[in-house]
């Protein structure tokens, strides 16, 4: 027999960490803040700038330029992400790099991937 299409969309969202248990609390308040950082468009493009440059990190000179914001503000932004775990820094000399932490978003992912499997 096959399943109907309302059926398969039960399947599939049952398998969506958030529908298939409530977050604990701390869960809740470690993927609130790092989305709370992302939402910012700002923080998303330098996001995006760092975790696409060459070889996974980017000094803070490389990715300024892309935003139409002082460069106080571009460290404001840089240090929520950081502080939302989402970036790691390293100052070399006069100048930050900075980094994605890896797995960052992997819980992020995975709470919202309605295709994540169902573990017993």
């Known amino acids: 027999m096959s399943k109907s299409v309302t059926d398969a969309v039960d399947d599939c969202c049952a398998k969506a960490p958030m529908l298939r248990e409530p ?14 950082a992302l939402a910012d468009p700002v923080r998303l493009r330098l996001f995006s700038a760092i975790a696409s440059h060459a070889g996974g990190e980017a000094c803070v000179c490389d990715v300024s330029g892309g935003v139409d914001v002082s460069q106080p503000t571009v460290s404001h932004h840089l240090k929520v992400l950081r502080d939302a775990g989402l970036l790691t820094s390293q100052r070399r000399a006069s100048w930050v790099y900075y980094a994605v932490v890896p797995g960052a978003l992997q819980d992020i992912s995975a709470l919202l991937d309605v295709t994540t499997p169902v573990t017993a």
């Open 23 to 36: 977050l604990s609390e701390r869960a809740a308040v470690d993927v609130a803040k790092k989305l709370r």
